[in-house]
T-cell receptor
């Protein structure tokens, strides 16, 4: 079946511009996560959605970062006024439920380069 | 606070030899442990998990991991390495008392030589 998809696969933007990254989770998965993978930093949790509940935004690094999830499916991560330190691979994951024993399935990621 | 440590940045092993990728964790409650693998320019793929039950967990591609509560470890193992196992491996933990986000280690690059 179809896995988690993300678009674009690569994005190059100028410092100060806004960017939107899209994630389409696996059909039927109610939980959706965004992570950031930076060189030498491993994976960093950003934000988590579960159904219609308020998202867990505890991992967002600054107020320039925001995310929404429409209709309990597709999610968009927005970075405003991008900075060079925002350059990273942004990974989206989904899981069947927020229940902690369900594994997360990851998309291929969006590589963001801020010049 | 939850944390995961992967003490080796890189592990080198010859094809056919056993491999071990180390992981230790720190959580306040009961740990839920995961291993993921990342091939170049690909997303993370789930390998295996420990939730409860037998301490030895078997997963995809012949990998297994052993949960050791006293040593707070969850080392990934494979009896006979393949060149195609060469990839970046991540250990991750969830704390049943602290929410649902995964906390990842920094990753270990496994290189299997022919």
């Amino acid at each position: 079946g179809a896995g988690v998809s993300q678009s674009p696969s690569n994005k190059v933007t100028e410092k100060g511009k806004d960017v939107e990254l899209r994630c389409d989770p696996i059909s039927g998965h109610t939980a959706l996560y965004w992570y950031r993978q930076s060189l030498g930093q491993g994976l960093e949790f950003l934000i988590y959605f579960q159904g219609n509940s308020a998202p867990d935004k505890s991992g967002l690094p600054s107020d320039r970062f925001s995310a929404e999830r429409t209709g309990g499916s597709v999610s968009t991560l927005t970075i405003q006024r991008t900075q060079q330190e925002d350059s990273a691979v942004y990974l989206c994951a989904s899981s069947y439920s927020r229940t902690i024993n369900y594994e997360q399935y990851f998309g291929p990621g969006t590589r963001l380069t801020v010049t | 606070a939850q944390s995961v440590a992967q003490p080796e940045d890189q592990v080198n092993v010859a094809e056919g030899n056993p491999l071990t990728v180390k992981c230790t964790y720190s959580v306040s409650g009961n740990p839920y442990l995961f291993w993921y693998v990342q091939y170049p320019n690909r997303g993370l793929q789930f390998l295996l998990k420990y939730i409860t039950g037998d301490n030895l967990v078997k997963g995809s591609y012949g990998f297994e991991a052993e949960f050791n509560k006293s040593q707070t470890s969850f080392h990934l193992k494979k009896p006979s390495a393949l060149v195609s196992d060469s990839a970046l491996y991540f250990c991750a933990v969830r704390d049943n008392q602290a929410g649902t986000a995964l906390i990842f280690g920094k990753g270990t690059t496994l290189s299997v030589s022919s």
